[in-house]
T-cell receptor, first 113, second 113 residues
Framework: DGGITQSPKYLFRKEGQNVTLSCEQN?????MYWYRQDPGQGLRLIYY???????QKGDIAEGYSVSREKKESFPLTVTSAQKNPTAFYLC????????????FGPGTRLTVL | QKEVEQNSGPLSVPEGAIASLNCTYS??????FFWYRQYSGKSPELIMS????GDKEDGRFTAQLNKASQYVSLLIRDSQPSDSATYLC?????????????FGKGTKLSVIP
């Protein structure tokens, strides 16, 4: 089955810890994205990558970091510098080209204790 | 600043009625428009894409685009309780080669049996 997987589904973090969220896709998509969703809010773009070994900051990149060493993988690290990390994190991917239909993984819900 | 506006709702319709969801956008050069459905606690699911002025139908769903008025809508015919969800409007940035989407905050739809 083609799709996007994210792990873990739920993640609890103590203040001051860094945590890494996993995102893997087997759709052969070039572009991958990380979004954050807070209750009652739309999706806000954290980082995106259009090609391996290249990524760009989105609207709310402060306190986050990413890497894109493989086409299939785009992990997100939430660092201790992120002041309010409790949120629903969504990974998406899209193929190269004008349509830019983005498809989402199931999400990771991060809670800071 | 790119903006996508949606009424937050909730929009309540009786089962079997037509649900009409609306979205306006600020970036006049936007080219691609998407509707996502998001059930509570789940990730967004792409249900419609539209790229040119007019109507696009897919089953019970019809997307309508009017670029002159910077307006896109989603009609759901014969609404079912299973359609109860939050519907997100997303718009592709107008910059050449841009893969980014801007999302509205979503309209919550409730279909009453």
């Amino acid at each position: 089955d083609g799709g996007i997987t994210q792990s873990p589904k739920y993640l609890f973090r103590k203040e001051g810890q860094n945590v890494t969220l996993s995102c893997e896709q087997n759709l052969n998509h070039d572009a991958m994205y990380w979004y954050r969703q807070d209750p009652g809010q739309g999706l806000r773009l954290i980082y995106y990558s259009q090609i391996v070994n290249d990524f760009q900051k989105g609207d709310i990149a402060e306190g986050y970091s990413v890497s894109r060493e493989k086409k299939e993988s785009f992990p997100l690290t939430v660092t201790s510098a992120q002041k309010n990390p409790t949120a629903f994190y969504l990974c998406a991917s899209s193929g190269r080209g004008g349509a830019n239909e983005q498809f989402f993984g199931p999400g990771t819900r991060l809670t800071v204790l | 600043q790119k903006e996508v506006e949606q009424n937050s709702g909730p929009l309540s319709v009786p089962e079997g009625a037509i649900a009409s969801l609306n979205c306006t956008y600020s970036d006049r050069g936007s080219q691609s428009f998407f509707w996502y459905r998001q059930y509570s606690g789940k990730s967004p699911e792409l249900i419609m894409s539209i790229y040119s002025n007019g109507d696009k139908e897919d089953g019970r769903f019809t997307a309508q685009l009017n670029k002159a008025s910077q307006y896109v809508s989603l009609l759901i015919r014969d609404s079912q309780p299973s359609d109860s969800a939050t519907y997100l409007c997303a718009v592709n940035a107008a910059r050449a080669g841009s893969y980014q989407l801007t999302f509205g905050k979503g309209t919550k739809l409730s279909v009453i049996p």
